[in-house]
């Protein structure tokens, strides 16, 4: 669907950003298109990789690395507030909202809010009053609708469909199994293959070059050039734009910010356009298959690795996979797996 943003979103920033220029880019940009996130940017895996085991790529060790792609994967697991492996409300723990007369518990809402916001935003919360409140919103306008529409499940017994049954045995069998995982995981892997796995890939960074950008990525050419026009009568800064029109989630709020990249890492027409930029300049719109941009690169310099310590966690996860990766085919190997079908020749 395009992109509408919402009125009291536009009143909002009115009040906020009492400008002409802006007013007019407000009302202009009413009608963009389908948002795109810029995480579709970075080239994707080979085909003999798989995203259940991924090669540690020299990256996600460098200084000031954003880690996203790693964080993101912990997104489903990861709490702002607390401890979300049960997602149910517990007796002792705040209840947020109710609907219907059944609780919401912190918990509960934290696991709605793991889906809406970033690994990298949600390590800035240290409690739920961290958390913005057009978030905190969302996540219980979620979780509610979640519990008035199980409410109308049951009413009508249909938790005990015979195929909804076996659906819910089945979600219960995936939890145990990923639990096991989880509690296995930390034994699989030791600080040693961690420091060699960090000294192989600080050495790849050797000779390597590393720039930090910050784009603007828009829907469509007209959108894109009504920023670049404020951005040209100085209405408001780079950052600024940024944060009100950018379509790419992950970076909008902090300014368009890409961080540390290395060269070639991200999309050849994206760097194809910043590469000729000095530091500090603007580029004007360009098209790559993501959208429009507007960027700016902000330094350039030799790849640093992060420090073994920052590095650790990162690695680690990564080593896990790969030796989880391991565990289940050695378990299939040894299992004695009779099976009972009969095939016919050259099925």
């Known amino acids: 669907m395009p992109d509408k943003r919402p009125l009291t979103w536009i009143l909002a920033a009115l009040l906020l950003f009492n400008a002409v220029g802006v007013v007019l880019i407000l009302v202009e940009l009413n009608d963009s298109d389908e948002k795109v996130a810029i995480s579709a940017i970075v080239v994707p895996p080979a085909e003999n990789e798989t995203l ?18 790693m964080e993101t994967e912990q997104a489903a697991t990861e709490s702002p507030t607390q401890d979300d492996s049960n997602p149910d409300t517990k007796p002792t723990e705040t ?5 219907n007369g059944a609780d919401i518990g912190q918990s509960l809402l934290d696991s709605y ?5 970033s690994a990298e935003q949600r390590a800035q919360w240290d409690t739920l009053g961290d958390v913005p409140q057009k978030l905190v919103m969302q996540g219980i306008n979620d979780a509610a609708l979640d519990n008035l529409l199980v409410q109308l499940a049951l009413q009508i017994q249909l938790d005990q469909d015979p195929t909804t049954a076996a659906n819910i045995e089945q979600s219960k069998r995936n939890i145990l199994k990923n639990a096991f995982l989880n509690r296995l995981a930390p034994g699989l892997v030791n600080d040693e293959a961690i420091i060699s796995q960090y000294a192989t890939l600080s050495a790849s960074l050797k000779g390597k070059q590393e720039y930090r950008a910050r784009h603007i990525l828009l829907a469509n050419e007209k959108e894109a050039r009504i920023v670049d026009k404020a951005i040209e009568e100085k209405n408001k800064t780079f950052d600024e734009l940024a944060k009100l029109f950018s379509l790419d989630d992950a970076t909008s709020y902090r ?7 290395l060269d070639g890492q991200l999309n050849a027409e994206f760097e194809t356009a910043i590469e000729p930029l000095k530091i500090g300049q ?4 360009f098209k790559t298959e993501l959208g429009w941009h507007i960027a700016v690169v902000d330094d350039r310099r030799n790849a640093r690795p992060m420090s073994l310590e920052q590095a650790t966690p990162i690695i680690r996860r990564k080593l896990e996979q790969q030796a989880i990766q391991q565990y289940l085919a050695d378990l299939l190997d040894s299992a004695d797996i009779e099976v009972l079908l009969s095939f016919e020749p050259g099925e």
């Open 95 to 99: 209840v947020i909202a109710r609907v």
């Open 255 to 261: 300014g368009g910010d890409l961080g540390y990249v």
């Open 282 to 285: 603007i580029s004007k719109p």
């Open 52 to 69: 259940d085991v991924i090669q540690i790529e020299p990256e996600i060790i460098r200084e000031n690395s954003t880690q996203s792609d």
């Open 113 to 117: 809010l793991n889906q809406l916001a």
